[in-house]
């Protein structure tokens, strides 16, 4: 029997329970933390010389040069053409959906002009060039290519640089095609803390880019954590999450069974079922002893469910809804008879799944919004990536004569409060009295 934990609200130590079960703190290995200093430091040092070097120790490889890494758009065109017909199809119909939603998300630069003929506004740019790390080898996500790619390229990123390492020259044809299809304008088969500090200091042949985006393991974060402030990344993302809220009137197998879409990440992801109904916490436990043996990966869900999954009984979905929001999971589903009145409960989550018939794992693959969430509960102030992610907001001023002696009047009184003169005098010089 897989040992969920189940809690209470009407236990007595239940609030310290939650707070045990939803504590996570990434510990930074020294180890790691080490590597990836040494790496981050040779790259900027040597260049292009450090990233073959590194290549080829870590991935199995034997090039001669750099230019034997990256892959020219005809690779990625036949990687395409290759595809299966359905596999095709399957990436081209989540690359229309997610184009589609984020067209939306565009923002646009806006001014007014006051009454003496004073100027302000907001100019939306671009960022000039992006990076996006996606991991290789068995660890292959076309569906991360897309979700990184497309808003970046809607937005009007100029130029999109993939790295994508590849294991023993292992090269994922879904991921080849999924870069394709979403416009990245050069891929490099180089992955780990090389290919971060190759993109974050540039070399003479892997431009700077202004932003890293896109998963990858300990030592990609650590990388990401390191190289930030020299250029921005989006964020650094903990095991990944599901909170599912139910009232009993959904399928008990359904329910297990997106407990385990998450699960399956890895031990240390996290599923969490919220309930008002004590019966159907228990056929659900039925459901997960009778579909875990199905599962390839069943080991790992197996310990991702004893370790970091809960039962939570609550008195009501009032009740629940603020335990959601306590808990500000990455995916909360509203597994609900009738789940549109909660919606406007939820004020913390990444990412809110309405309704029976909508699964998580939709949202993973094609359902349009953005899967890149996020996590550990910073969701109470983070938001999924979006083409905003991707773009920069520049103030603009324009001061009139006439506003000049307004405003010059009202910048000296505070400039001089705060004890810079050349400030005031710099207000002052445009006073015409």
């Known amino acids: 029997m897989v040992a969920v ?12 329970r939650l707070d045990a079960l939803l504590a996570f703190e990434a510990a930074q290995d020294e180890n790691i933390e080490r590597t990836v200093a040494t790496i981050l430091a ?22 001669g040069g750099i230019a034997d890494l990256e892959l020219s758009r005809s690779v990625l065109q036949a990687a395409l053409d290759g595809l299966p017909a359905e596999q095709r199809q399957a990436l081209e119909a989540a690359a229309a959906r997610i184009r589609a939603y984020h067209e939306r998300q565009k923002m646009e630069g806006w001014s007014y002009t006051e009454a003496d003929g004073t100027l302000l506004g907001q100019m939306i740019t671009p960022l000039d060039r992006v990076g996006l790390y996606v991991p290789g080898g068995k660890a292959s996500y076309p ?12 937005a009007g990123v100029k130029e999109l640089i993939m790295v994508v390492p590849t294991p023993g020259g292992e090269r994922n044809a879904l991921v080849l095609a999924a870069a394709c299809l979403a416009g990245v304008d050069r891929v490099f088969t180089i992955g780990g803390s090389q290919a971060v500090a190759a993109l974050a200091y540039g070399t003479d042949t892997v431009p700077q880019v202004d932003k890293i985006v896109g998963p990858g393991n300990a030592y990609v974060a650590c990388a990401k954590r390191r190289v930030f402030g020299i250029v921005g990344i989006d964020m650094v993302a903990g095991p990944s999450e599901i909170l599912v809220v139910a009232d009993g009137s959904s399928d008990p197998d359904w329910v297990a069974m997106d407990l385990f879409s998450q699960a399956e990440h890895d031990e240390l992801a996290q599923s969490i079922l919220i309930c008002t109904d004590a019966a159907f916490i228990d056929r659900v436990q039925a459901s997960i002893e009778k579909l875990l043996p199905t599962m390839p990966r069943q080991a790992v869900i197996r310990e991702s469910l004893s370790n970091r999954g809960a039962f939570i009984r609550v008195r009501d979905l009032e009740e629940a809804c603020a335990i959601a929001n306590r808990v500000a999971p990455e995916h909360l589903e509203l597994s609900l008879a009738d789940p549109d009145p909660w919606v406007e409960k939820i004020h913390h989550a990444g990412a809110i799944f309405i309704g029976h018939y909508t699964s998580e794992s939709l949202g993973d693959y094609c359902a349009g919004p953005n899967h890149v969430l996020p996590t550990s509960g910073s969701a109470r102030f983070s938001s999924p990536l979006g083409v905003y992610d991707f773009q920069k907001r520049t103030s603009l001023i324009k001061v009139s004569k006439a506003g000049a002696q307004k405003l010059g009047c009202i910048a000296s009184v505070l400039a001089h409060g705060e004890g810079l003169p050349a400030h005031a005098k710099s207000a002052e010089y445009r006073l015409e009295d």
């Open 5 to 16: 934990k189940r809690l209470s609200t009407s236990d007595a130590d239940f609030t310290a």
């Open 143 to 154: 569906s991360s290519v897309l979700m990184n790619a497309i808003p970046a390229k809607v």
């Open 42 to 63: 040779d790259v900027k040092a040597r260049g292009d010389a450090a990233v073959v070097e590194y290549t080829n120790r870590f991935d199995r490889l034997t090039v």
